[in-house]
């Protein structure tokens, strides 16, 4: 009876489960091995390279028996490399060692024996037996050549084209660009990355959506942001291996499929010259007194462009910033680390790793009186006055149970009596106080604050401005925290004249625009096309609206108006243009008392507008004279490049003979 049972079993296996069982058989036989693809260019708004790679050789072992056999070490209780392979693995790891010694580049860092062993990875720590180990990439013409020639005394060995990461040696946008890093660093922190493993597990996976461990990834900004695109599609190899998951030959290639471009809306010129703007502008504060005294602290600046009509970012700026090259090395060395590690990301989306000023300010900072023009616009709207009721301004306002709390006008000025208009050309605390924050504590109450915060968020303040960037923060109602204000009524009326509530440089430039455009808040655009290798449109991006206020028109030439603040910067600018400087104070707890930050906010020309403009220098003092002179230069590089009035200056400059 059993023998018939075993025959019975014998007869199915062989003809009814024999073709699906062989294979399974032939898919435990094979594995496949992913070749990474050629990332795409990231080009600025004029073509230039901001981001790209290149053609590099490297050289690749295929591990063998004769390296990796192994004895069980019965006191250690496991596996153990023999030691006629330890000694064969040696002896290769010196031969490799004094041949990369003899034909590399002489100035290249040399590989030893011991960097050799670890790239074999002969236990196992980082791959399986099966997976070609790279032992060195950026091989010399010498070291191919060497090699391919004898290459029959290496088994296993085999040369690989790859790419290369490099970056703009003149530090365009860094941050905004952002940087690479091999896959198998980013098993933490990156969500993109998580759902792309969990995608690898699947028994039915892509093999051209696997990923190699020391594949280079997008780690930060546009690298990040457009990961997928930039990446392509790996090839893959198919390796049958041996019952001890070691490689017996290749058995299938199939090609990977290069990256998209990603051409950016960064033109160079400007953000060289914004850049270089508010690296100048940190310096001069340094040795220049504002308001009495100089400002050592500021060491740090941040500004952004943006386009009114279609949301284009022409300058985004983080400074200082840094080589984003020295990431594309084999390790990121610790003294390297130690200078970046405090601005590597971007301040003007986060205030993370972003840079500090001398008393620790992040790049996220109060508004100061950028937020009058829309604390304005608000009581318009809510009805707490007219367009043309008069206030008297003393010079001070009064708050708090039995008016024991007060603010005062910056320089204790006086204005007298002022409409709207002027109350936000003059920037008048007592105004915002009395007017607005008071008025509108007084109409809502309890829900006060949730009126205002509502405005806030239609103006891009304290939601995101769905730019994509990542790590994008959307700032901060820090007046809502007890330890700041005490009370909503307190809250609210410290958030009238722009000391509380933190928010991004990207979403001041957002907000600046949305007040531009009456009410029109668009999308910050960082990309406008993405092409394929052969330069043919993948996708284009246009002007995106996102949400839309209704204002009565009669307040829109208020604000209009009233944003007319005198700085000395721009006495001979030639365009008629809306702005407003700000100073947020700030407490120290390293000088234990409030240091003033400086902001601006501007667009131009003021009817017709085209381009917004934010600047934050933490630390700076007054913004009239810390931050509006690199506005200024931005203005006048964007007049340059493009035209204010439509008119690219440097055509007529070029006309003329002249130069800029």
């Not at 001069?284 to 949301?311: C, F, I, R």
């Not at 007219?386 to 000025?413: L, M, P, Q």
């Not at 455009?517 to 406008?528: A, H, Y």
């Not at 200056?649 to 003979?657: D, F, M």
């Amino acid at each position: 009876m059993i023998f018939c049972i075993i025959i019975i079993r014998l007869a199915s296996l062989q003809f009814a489960e024999g073709a699906s069982l062989a294979d399974e058989e032939t898919k435990r036989d094979v594995k496949t091995v992913p070749l990474a693809a050629a990332r795409g260019v990231i080009y600025a708004a004029n073509g230039e390279k901001l981001a790209y790679s290149s053609s590099v050789q490297s050289l690749y072992m295929m591990l063998t028996k004769e390296y990796t056999a192994k004895v069980k070490d019965k006191e250690q209780n496991k596996d153990m490399l023999t030691d006629e392979a330890r000694q064969k693995s040696d002896a290769l790891a010196a031969r490799l060692a004094a041949e990369f010694a003899k034909y590399s580049d002489p100035a290249a860092k040399q590989l030893s024996k011991e960097g050799v062993l670890d790239a074999l990875d002969l236990e196992f720590k980082r791959n399986q037996g099966y997976v070609p180990r790279r032992i060195k990439a950026d091989l010399s013409q010498k070291e191919i050549a060497y090699f391919m020639e004898h290459k029959d005394e290496y088994p296993g060995l085999s040369i690989v084209e790859e790419n290369l990461r490099h970056y703009n040696n003149d530090t365009i946008a860094v941050q905004t660009v952002g940087y690479v890093k091999p896959f198998k660093s980013t098993e933490t922190g990156y969500s993109i990355y998580t759902n792309i493993r969990n995608a690898m597990k699947q028994s039915d996976a892509d093999p051209g959506l696997v990923y190699k461990p020391d594949e280079s990834v997008g780690a930060d900004g546009l690298e990040l942001q457009y990961q997928r695109e930039l990446r392509g599609k790996n090839g893959y190899q198919e390796i049958s291996v041996d019952p001890q998951n070691m490689a017996k030959k290749v058995e299938k290639l199939v090609p990977p499929v290069k990256g998209y471009n990603i051409w950016s809306t960064i033109n160079k010129n400007i953000q060289l010259k914004t850049e270089q703007a508010v690296t100048d502008q940190i310096k001069w504060l340094h040795s220049n007194a504002v308001q009495g005294k100089t400002h050592p602290d500021a060491q740090t600046g941040y500004a952004v462009a943006m386009e009114v009509d279609t949301g284009n970012v022409v300058a985004m700026a983080n400074m200082p910033d840094y080589d984003t090259n020295i990431w594309t090395g084999e390790k990121l060395l610790p003294e390297d680390w130690e200078k970046i590690e405090t601005n590597y990301q971007n301040g003007t989306v986060t205030p993370k790793s972003s840079g500090r000023s001398g008393n620790d300010f992040e790049s996220v900072v109060f508004l100061g009186s950028t937020i009058k023009p829309l604390s304005v616009l608000i009581g318009l709207n809510e009805g707490l006055f007219s367009t043309t009721e008069t206030y008297n301004d003393k010079g001070i306002a009064y708050f708090g149970k039995d008016d024991k709390s007060s603010v005062r006008n910056s320089s204790g000025h006086v204005y007298n009596n002022i409409r709207p208009a002027k109350a936000i050309e003059f920037s008048s605390n007592a105004f915002m106080i009395d007017m607005v924050g008071e008025r509108l504590y007084n109409k809502y109450k309890g829900e006060a604050l949730n009126v205002w915060d509502s405005y806030l968020k239609q103006f891009g303040l304290g939601v995101s401005t769905e730019s994509g960037l990542p790590k994008e923060y959307p700032g901060e109602f820090n007046y809502r925290r007890e330890d700041y204000t005490g009370t909503d009524q307190a809250a609210l009326v410290y958030a009238s004249f722009g000391q509380q509530g933190k928010f991004t440089p990207l979403q001041l430039a957002q907000y600046t625009a949305t007040l531009a455009n009456e009410g029109e808040r668009i999308k910050p655009q960082l990309v406008s096309r993405i092409t394929d290798a052969d330069g043919k449109l993948v996708k284009s991006f246009e002007r995106e609206v996102l949400n839309k206020v209704e204002f009565d028109p009669a307040y829109w030439s208020v604000i209009k108006q009233g944003m007319n603040s005198k700085v000395e910067a721009f006495d001979d600018f030639p365009y008629d243009f809306a702005r407003k400087t700000g100073t947020s104070e700030q407490w120290s707890s390293k000088a234990r008392a409030n240091r003033d930050n400086g902001v601006f906010i501007a667009y131009a020309p003021r009817d017709k507008p085209k381009l917004a403009v934010a600047v934050v220098i933490p630390d700076g003092g007054f913004g009239s004279q810390s931050a509006a002179p690199v506005a200024r230069k931005i203005f006048d590089a964007y007049d340059w490049e493009y035209g204010l009035d439509g008119i690219p200056k440097k055509s007529l400059a070029a006309s003329s003979g002249e130069t800029e």
